[in-house]
């Protein structure tokens, strides 16, 4: 869409708030990317090297660095594991100089259908930086390495997002956007989730032409979203920002309204598309609204996606939309098109976390840029009441009768939620 821009922002960086390009890159204009893996057989590594050469290519200036071993040198013989890569480890007192960056890459392993134990450790250690919310608002991506096909390949990746969502960092997966990841040609790793390469059982097998080429393809992607989404902006932008939820009692409507009041706080022109409570069928298809909907999302900057859980996801109602959504899939209408969700649930623990966490498959083969909102409200910490909202998004508890309403700190998160995503999207639209 186009937008006029005027004087770009200088804003001071502020813990818990989104953050700005890195102030190294203010400095000489250049993206800095720092690129974490860990690597136990050379796999990751060799993508690695690709998504770098992508990143360059893209215009980024990265840093290399490998993650610690937390194995012994003696199990890892055993495990005939070869030396490690000659690139810098990053040890735990240098944990402190990753604000520094405007963006991220991780590549790791799977273990078991997620991350392994070493990157784990990893993220582990970056306590401190979550306290201070020094990397909300900064976009990262990733890639893995499996043993077998269907081992862990979207898996490794979704569970991973646990770890971006509590730092409020924005998840930028690869979607479709490359077409090598539809080829059926031949048995090839990747997903819409990220590079990905199979090692085989015994870690035999090593990544393939078309895997490396995917890898180098998800680097110069991340190149141009990290660059949308870390630049200044347009400071007199008007982002059009649609909100799109399902109610079945009236608790989602309600937090909705909140988004809306938050998001047209910080400057966005919201539109607002309530679904109806019934599916209807035609020529064999489901639909919820009218095609001429969905033909009119590619128009919008970003976009709220509300629902109540169904059994820890989302609804069969806001299924049905994304499933009419497939023609703009086909065309890769909706990637890199900035996405944010909210819900509500009958229970404490009953899917305040899941239906975010599950709604971002759809995100996802979209290549929509997840944006949680992490601890940028400091009313998600309270123990002082019961409330929903999660790093996810806010939230509300509905009570098993839904005769619960929607407290003043769940509105009040939503509202937050509704501003904190409206700059976030100010940034992506030049």
Same mark, same amino acid.
């Given at each position: 869409?186009?937008?006029?821009?005027?004087?770009?922002?200088?804003?001071?960086?502020?813990?818990? =708030?989104?953050?700005?390009?890195?102030?190294?890159?203010?400095?000489?204009?250049?993206?800095?990317?720092?690129?974490?893996?860990?690597?136990?057989?050379?796999?990751?590594?060799?993508?690695?090297?690709?998504?770098? /050469?992508?990143?360059?290519? &893209?215009?980024?200036?990265? $840093?290399?660095?490998? #993650? @610690?071993?937390?194995?012994?040198?003696?199990?890892?013989?055993?495990? +005939?594991?070869? @030396?490690?890569?000659?690139?810098?480890?990053?040890?735990?007192?240098?944990?402190?100089?990753?604000?520094?960056?405007?963006?991220?890459?991780?590549?790791?392993?799977?273990? !078991? &259908?997620?991350?392994?134990?070493?990157?784990?450790? !990893?993220?582990?250690?970056?306590?401190? *930086?979550?306290?201070?919310?020094?990397?909300?608002?900064?976009?990262? /991506?990733?890639?893995?390495?499996?043993?077998?096909?269907? &081992?862990?390949?979207?898996?490794?990746?979704?569970?991973? #997002?646990? =770890? *971006?969502?509590?730092?409020?960092?924005?998840?930028?997966?690869?979607?479709?956007?490359?077409?090598?990841?539809?080829?059926?040609?031949?048995?090839?790793?990747?997903?819409?989730? +990220?590079?990905?390469?199979?090692?085989?059982?015994?870690? /035999?097998?090593?990544?393939?032409?078309?895997?490396?080429?995917?890898?180098?393809?998800?680097?110069?992607?991340?190149?141009?979203?990290?660059?949308? !989404?870390?630049?200044? +902006?347009?400071?007199?932008?008007?982002?059009?920002?649609?909100?799109?939820?399902?109610?079945?009692?009236?608790?989602?409507?309600?937090?909705?309204?909140?988004?809306?009041?938050?998001?047209?706080?910080?400057?966005?022109?919201?539109? #607002?598309?309530?679904? @109806?409570?019934?599916?209807?069928?035609?020529?064999?298809?489901?639909?919820?609204?009218?095609?001429?909907?969905?033909?009119?999302?590619?128009?919008?900057?970003?976009?709220?996606?509300?629902?109540?859980?169904?059994?820890?996801?989302?609804?069969?109602?806001?299924?049905?939309?994304?499933?009419?959504?497939?023609?703009?899939?086909?065309?890769?209408?909706?990637?890199?098109?900035?996405?944010?969700?909210?819900?509500?649930?009958?229970?404490?623990? +009953?899917?305040?976390?899941?239906?975010?966490? $599950?709604?971002?498959?759809?995100?996802?083969?979209?290549?929509? #840029?997840?944006?949680?909102?992490?601890?940028?409200?400091?009313?998600?910490?309270?123990?002082?009441?019961?409330?929903?909202? /999660? @790093?996810?998004?806010?939230?509300?508890?509905?009570?098993?009768?839904?005769?619960?309403?929607?407290?003043?700190?769940?509105?009040?998160?939503?509202?937050?939620?509704?501003?904190?995503?409206?700059?976030?999207?100010?940034?992506?639209?030049?």
């Amino acid at each position: 869409m186009g937008h006029a821009c005027s004087k770009k922002s200088t804003a001071e960086i502020k813990p818990n =708030q989104p953050a700005q390009a890195g102030g190294a890159a203010a400095a000489d204009g250049k993206l800095k990317v720092a690129l974490i893996y860990y690597t136990m057989y050379g796999h990751v590594k060799t993508l690695a090297d690709e998504v770098k /050469s992508g990143l360059e290519a &893209g215009g980024a200036e990265v $840093t290399m660095y490998q #993650v @610690p071993e937390i194995l012994p040198e003696e199990v890892l013989k055993k495990m +005939g594991a070869p @030396p490690k890569p000659a690139d810098a480890v990053l040890e735990h007192g240098m944990i402190d100089s990753l604000p520094d960056f405007d963006a991220f890459v991780f590549g790791f392993p799977t273990r !078991f &259908g997620m991350m392994c134990s070493q990157f784990k450790s !990893f993220i582990d250690g970056t306590g401190g *930086l979550w306290m201070g919310g020094k990397l909300a608002g900064k976009p990262a /991506s990733i890639f893995t390495s499996t043993g077998t096909q269907g &081992g862990g390949v979207e898996t490794t990746i979704l569970t991973a #997002v646990t =770890q *971006l969502t509590h730092h409020g960092m924005l998840f930028v997966p690869m979607g479709y956007s490359s077409q090598d990841v539809l080829s059926m040609g031949e048995m090839h790793g990747a997903s819409p989730y +990220g590079a990905h390469a199979f090692a085989g059982p015994d870690g /035999s097998r090593q990544p393939s032409a078309l895997e490396k080429k995917i890898a180098a393809h998800q680097g110069s992607h991340c190149a141009a979203m990290f660059k949308k !989404f870390t630049g200044a +902006g347009c400071a007199g932008a008007k982002p059009k920002i649609a909100i799109i939820f399902f109610s079945a009692y009236g608790h989602v409507k309600t937090l909705s309204e909140s988004v809306k009041k938050g998001s047209e706080s910080s400057g966005a022109e919201v539109t #607002v598309i309530e679904l @109806p409570g019934k599916i209807t069928t035609a020529d064999g298809k489901n639909s919820v609204v009218d095609q001429s909907v969905i033909d009119s999302l590619p128009d919008y900057d970003g976009f709220f996606f509300g629902s109540p859980t169904r059994f820890g996801m989302m609804s069969s109602i806001m299924k049905t939309f994304f499933d009419q959504t497939a023609s703009l899939w086909m065309a890769g209408k909706l990637v890199g098109k900035p996405v944010s969700f909210f819900t509500s649930t009958g229970t404490q623990g +009953g899917g305040t976390e899941t239906t975010a966490m $599950t709604a971002l498959t759809q995100f996802t083969h979209h290549g929509m #840029v997840f944006v949680p909102i992490g601890y940028t409200a400091q009313e998600v910490l309270s123990m002082d009441e019961l409330h929903g909202g /999660s @790093p996810w998004g806010a939230s509300t508890f509905a009570a098993a009768d839904g005769s619960r309403q929607p407290s003043a700190l769940e509105l009040k998160i939503a509202t937050h939620q509704g501003s904190y995503f409206t700059n976030i999207v100010k940034k992506s639209i030049a």
